[in-house]
């Protein structure tokens, strides 16, 4: 019912800038939060960056400065400009819409949903 598709990962190196990006569809009217989070293997899923509907935003203090969120509530669509990557940026990016209206109405706080990843690979 609702999918979360990412693109825009890749290869980059140290210094370099990608742009992420996270597209929502099936059957949502809004979304209140949209953001990104990151993993590498062996280590808890991590916030990297959030936005809320009124574009309130949180940043993990390793990227605040370097990397910034954004989104567009007409196409339930969230983005992450990252610059001066660095290799321990290296990892799955994926992306999550918390907090649901529903075309039918309904809304609910809890549900939440991903989108499969999209890798970053920063080199040195």
């Known amino acids: 019912q609702v999918q979360l598709v990412e693109s825009g990962g890749g290869l980059v190196q140290a210094g370099g800038s990608l742009r992420l990006s996270c597209a929502a569809s099936?059957?949502?009217?809004?979304?209140?939060?949209m953001g990104w989070y990151r993993q590498t293997p062996g280590k808890q899923r991590e916030l990297v960056a959030a936005?809320?509907?009124?574009?309130?935003?949180n940043y993990a203090a390793s990227v605040k400065g370097r990397f910034t969120i954004s989104r567009d509530n007409a196409k339930n669509t969230v983005y992450l400009q990252m610059n001066s990557l660095k290799p321990e940026d290296t990892a799955v990016y994926y992306c999550?819409?918390?907090?649901?209206?529903?075309?039918?109405?309904?809304?609910?706080?809890?549900?939440?949903?991903w989108g499969r990843g999209t890798q970053v690979t920063v080199s040195s």
């Open positions: 936005v809320g509907s009124g574009a309130s935003t």
């Open positions: 999550n819409a918390a907090g649901i209206i529903y075309n039918s109405g309904r809304y609910s706080s809890t549900d939440s949903y």
């Open positions: 099936g059957s949502i009217f809004s979304i209140d939060v």
